[in-house]
């Protein structure tokens, strides 16, 4: 009797790389899931966290700001002023963030006795540590690009599944959209892994998508694109690889009095002018750090440093600022961020988890008028998209529903995970990898190739490692025959 050889079939290519992409996911998915849950509930825990330093029982009157950012930097020696936080509550204890060697510390001050209650280092509070474990693994670039990869992957881990379980010939839902419990564990565990698949697919695709502009690769890529089409608008305020992009010079410089249409050359003379006036008239104020151009201390921003020197305050300034500040109803926190040079205009911030509510103004502290305002919904279309994703990501866009959706979106990411973890387990022969069986490679049509294509064009890190893969096999693994049995690349 003669023996058939199975057709090659599209279902059966796809199978495989759903099989291969899940496998180098499993791992990542469920460490981003439980991070990223985690990271959902920071308001409730950060406010706990707080609570001690929210209500405070001093009474009398409460000091000037200036007083109060003396004492916070009298409790770090050698600091100099980075930012003031508005307090939102009048027992509240004041945050004040300085700098000191490169490192911002938070500096919580009694604002009627002066009194310094806590000093945290930044990058040391417990959501900052959650939030470099979720999007760097505590590898600064390096590890931002492998969670991307992971990201890209887990897309096409989706996709695929959702082909590969997709009711076919009048099948039922059952198995699809609800596990069947009597028939057996194997039959459990696939219904398990392919039900909830469907559930969680869509949500799970969101989740992945707006969590792309904080990747290494993808978020320069989109800087790139903008700046090839037009479309940048001042700089973002969110991190790319977890470090906030370089601030323009040429954006500085316009935000100086005087300055407007000075060529490079006429503004570093004018700022070296106004340095040595700053010198000569001997203000001995507040110390300014200069530093930061990022809209504050959210958990995806970080401090960058200009290469400025820092500069003196004029007396009082602080105070006009802070006076104007609360005219604004801003959504807070609020933050007041110290000017590069004197003479600046001083930045104040929205720095609202909720990122549709953020406003920026500029201020000038010697009189305390306000130079401009930029709403959110003043800002370019694609900053507004990707503020509107960056705040549903964090859970933060429509409260505590979105929390809990994330929340189990990523309960469901994991279940998927172990179940295809399982699944993979107990059918896995000894000795092999346990890939599906590879038929001869079936033809692929125009629509899959587009789809592809496009894929590789929206995630070019996809695009990149799935063409090092095929390379790889093709150059490499051809001449190591014991690995690609291992693999499932060849017959056994």
């Not at 707080?50 to 770090?76: C, F």
């Not at 989109?222 to 037009?230: F, K, M, P, S």
């Not at 961020?337 to 509510?357: F, I, Q």
């Not at 894929?455 to 690609?484: C, N």
């Amino acid at each position: 009797m003669a023996t058939t050889t199975p057709k090659p079939t599209l279902y059966n290519a796809i199978w495989r790389w759903h099989f291969y992409a899940g496998l180098f996911c499993i791992p990542l998915v469920i460490w981003l899931a439980l991070t990223g849950s985690i990271y959902l509930w920071r308001p409730q825990v950060e406010a706990w966290l707080d609570k001690p330093y929210d209500h405070l029982a001093t009474s009398g009157p409460v000091a000037t700001p200036e007083a109060q950012v003396a004492a916070a930097l009298r409790a770090v020696p050698g600091a100099t002023l980075h930012k003031y936080v508005l307090p939102q509550a009048p027992d509240s204890a004041i945050r004040v963030l300085v700098t000191s060697h490169g490192v911002d510390k938070r500096v919580y001050v009694d604002p009627r006795s002066l009194e310094v209650l806590k000093v945290a280092t930044e990058e040391k509070r417990p959501f900052r540590m959650i939030f470099h474990l979720h999007g760097e693994l505590l590898a600064g670039a390096v590890g931002s690009y492998i969670v991307e990869i992971a990201a890209c992957w887990a897309v096409v881990m989706l996709l695929s599944g959702l082909y590969l379980w997709w009711p076919r010939g009048g099948a039922g839902v059952a198995g699809v959209l609800y596990p069947r419990l009597r028939r057996g564990s194997r039959i459990f565990w696939r219904d398990l892994h392919a039900t909830t698949g469907i559930w969680v697919s869509v949500f799970a695709l969101a989740l992945i998508l707006t969590g792309l502009p904080w990747a290494k690769g993808w978020g320069t890529y989109l800087g790139e694109v903008r700046a090839l089409t037009g479309t940048a608008r001042g700089p973002v305020d969110w991190t790319i690889g977890g470090k906030a992009p370089a601030p323009d010079p040429a954006n500085s410089m316009a935000d100086m009095p005087g300055m407007e249409g000075m060529g490079e050359a006429a503004a570093g003379q004018g700022m070296a002018g106004m340095r040595g006036k700053a010198a000569g008239a001997g203000m001995h104020d507040v110390p300014n750090a200069a530093a930061s151009a990022t809209t504050g201390d959210d958990p995806h921003e970080e401090h960058r440093d200009m290469t400025m020197p820092h500069v003196t305050l004029r007396p009082g300034d602080l105070s006009r600022v802070i006076t104007t500040a609360r005219t604004l109803n801003l959504a807070p926190p609020v933050l007041v961020m110290v000017p590069g040079a004197v003479g600046a205009p001083w930045s104040v911030s929205s720095d609202a988890a909720d990122r549709p509510l953020r406003a920026d103004a500029k201020i000038d502290g010697a009189t305390g008028r306000i130079l401009s305002r930029t709403d959110f919904a003043e800002r370019h279309w694609i900053d507004r998209a990707v503020g509107y994703g960056v705040a549903g990501h964090e859970g933060a866009l429509f409260g505590i529903a979105n929390q809990l959706l994330g929340t189990v979106t990523a309960i469901f990411l994991i279940m998927l995970a172990v179940s295809g973890a399982v699944m993979w387990w107990r059918r896995r022969p000894i000795g092999l990898l346990g890939a599906p069986v590879r038929l001869s490679r079936p033809a692929i049509g125009a629509g899959l190739i587009a789809i592809i294509v496009a894929l590789g064009l929206y995630m070019p890190v996809f695009g990149a490692t799935l063409i090092l893969v095929l390379l790889t096999e093709k150059l490499i693994l051809r001449h190591l025959p014991k690995t690609r049995r291992w693999l499932g690349l060849a017959p056994t």
